[in-house]
């Protein structure tokens, strides 16, 4: 008897993060997983894990997130879409749907993402929880003058969650850079891996360099330092959001 073929899917989402307990599975919680899979579940009609290219935290944002999965049954790519959106609540949205080789995994075949947090320099009604309000003025030169400290392949170990037991803390930085709007800030950071928090952890800390409680060059000694007490505050969440996976 023939086997039924497997079909490896992959699709891009976009998600807004306000009013999800992160990603990831938890007992009890709204996590992006599983309102994804029960949606998988109910349009092929059977139980579906998937593979996610990167985990993001409560209130984390995704303009471009991937995941993959196997199934065996065989669905018209341009319908799936439409399908899971119709199945989704509104700040879920499946964006594009395509047949992926049999070995790529949407975590593992990743060679690098890319992520972006927003700043305002005013307070706002309106988007207010897809960017954080600083307070204080910034001085971006020195902001942009320290982030050069973190281009490269680093041990990240000290802008990471102190809960994080990774097999290494290494990362390779390939851009960062300040976009300045007046009203806006926003770092635009990419590496081919991230630690958990990092990104924020990393804002934080600029955030004192911008307020001059930094210097640029403190920086760099922070990141050698490995330890997560010498870098700053965590940023919060909801100013951060995963815009693309690279393959």
């Known amino acids: 008897m023939e086997e039924p073929a497997i079909f490896n899917y992959k699709l891009t989402l976009e998600y807004d993060g306000s ?33 996610v290219a990167g985990r993001t935290d409560s209130g984390v944002h995704a303009l471009g997130q991937v995941i993959n999965f196997h199934s065996a049954v065989e669905l018209p790519l341009k319908d799936i879409p439409r399908s899971l959106n119709g199945i989704l609540d509104h700040d879920v949205v499946v964006k594009i749907v395509e047949l992926a080789l049999p070995d790529f995994h949407a975590r593992f075949s990743a060679v690098r993402r890319q992520y972006f947090y927003v700043l305002s320099r005013f307070p706002v009604a309106v988007g207010r929880h897809y960017a954080f309000f600083c307070k204080f003025p910034l001085e971006v030169a020195a902001m942009r003058e320290a982030s050069q400290h973190l281009l490269g392949e680093h041990d990240f170990r000290a802008f990471c969650d102190t809960s994080t037991e990774d097999p290494h803390y290494l990362s390779r930085v390939e851009l960062i850079e300040w976009e300045d709007t007046g009203e806006r800030l926003k770092l635009i950071i990419r590496a081919n891996r991230f630690l958990r928090s990092m990104v924020r952890i990393i804002v934080g800390t600029m955030i004192d360099v911008g307020r001059g409680k930094l210097t640029p060059a403190r920086v760099k000694e922070i990141l050698e330092s490995r330890k997560r007490t010498e870098a700053s505050f965590t940023a919060p969440p909801h100013g951060l959001f995963l815009e693309k996976v690279f393959y």
């Open 19 to 51: 009013k999800f307990y992160g990603w990831q599975l938890q007992p009890g919680m709204r996590t992006v997983q599983g309102e994804v899979e029960r949606a998988l579940q109910i349009l092929f009609r059977e139980a579906i894990r998937v593979n």
